[in-house]
T-cell receptor, first 112, second 116 residues
Framework: DAGVIQSPRHEVTEMGQEVTLRCKPISGHNSLFWYRQTMMRGLELLIY????????DSGMPEDRFSAKMPNASFSTLKIQPSEPRDSAVYFC??????????FGPGTRLTVL | AQSVSQHNHHVILSEAASLELGCNYS??????LFWYVQYPGQHLQLLLK????DPLVKGIKGFEAEFIKSKFSFNLRKPSVQWSDTAEYFC??????????????WGLGTSLAVNP
């Protein structure tokens, strides 16, 4: 299995631009998680999907952030417009009911 | 609110020293427990997990953890650390009484530096 796949691995953009991060979970996993990691705030859960349905989005910082999961094999996290304080590493993770979460390699986002 | 507490934020050890990282959680019900490791510049990887059964759990790379329900603790141990164990360690808990919500509650992490 290829594991959780994220793209791009690195993204550098200018303030105000739209950013879209992509995630392909492990086949057969029915839960998908988006996390953000920074030195200041540590690891934060942004949103969590179960069977493609958002279950908990209480961690989404503001309306500039949105996430979708149109099918079981794909999810996106969009930031529009992006701001320098959004700079972080964004991780996607997936799991099934009785397994641990498997993390992707992350997307390092830099907003100038 | 439910929470996970990792007592040590930064730990510095010499090679061959023993390691114990503390983790306590605040739930009263049934839980799944995890320790993840994040090597510099990498993503989080599972070290070990407890779902049920023997409360002493063996993980990868010589790590183990003991679930003590009465103390709400899941401390991580390794008898002899190596330089390659330098990493960030995260404890996480899943509340099995939370219904459909299977998110993990994470500790803030412990940064371990092992000097050669």
């Amino acid at each position: 299995d290829a594991g959780v796949i994220q793209s791009p691995r690195h993204e550098v953009t200018e303030m105000g631009q739209e950013v879209t991060l992509r995630c392909k979970p492990i086949s057969g996993h029915n839960s998908l998680f988006w996390y953000r990691q920074t030195m200041m705030r540590g690891l934060e859960l942004l949103i969590y999907f179960n069977n493609n349905v958002p279950i908990d989005d209480s961690g989404m910082p503001e309306d500039r952030f949105s996430a979708k999961m149109p099918n079981a094999s794909f999810s996106t996290l969009k930031i529009q417009p992006s701001e320098p304080r959004d700079s972080a590493v964004y991780f996607c993770a997936s799991s099934s009911l009785d397994t641990e979460q498997f993390f992707g390699p992350g997307t390092r986002l830099t907003v100038l | 609110a439910q929470s996970v507490s990792q007592h040590n934020h930064h730990v510095i050890l010499s090679e061959a020293a023993s390691l114990e990282l503390g983790c306590n959680y605040s739930y009263g019900g049934t839980v799944n427990l995890f320790w993840y490791v994040q090597y510099p510049g990498q993503h989080l990887q599972l070290l070990l997990k407890y779902f049920s059964g023997d409360p002493l759990v063996k993980g990868i790379k010589g790590f183990e953890a003991e679930f003590i329900k009465s103390k709400f603790s899941f401390n991580l141990r390794k008898p002899s650390v190596q330089w390659s164990d330098t990493a960030e360690y995260f404890c996480a808990v899943s509340d099995l009484n939370a219904g459909n919500n299977r998110k993990l509650i994470w500790g803030l992490g412990t940064s371990l530096a092992v000097n050669p």
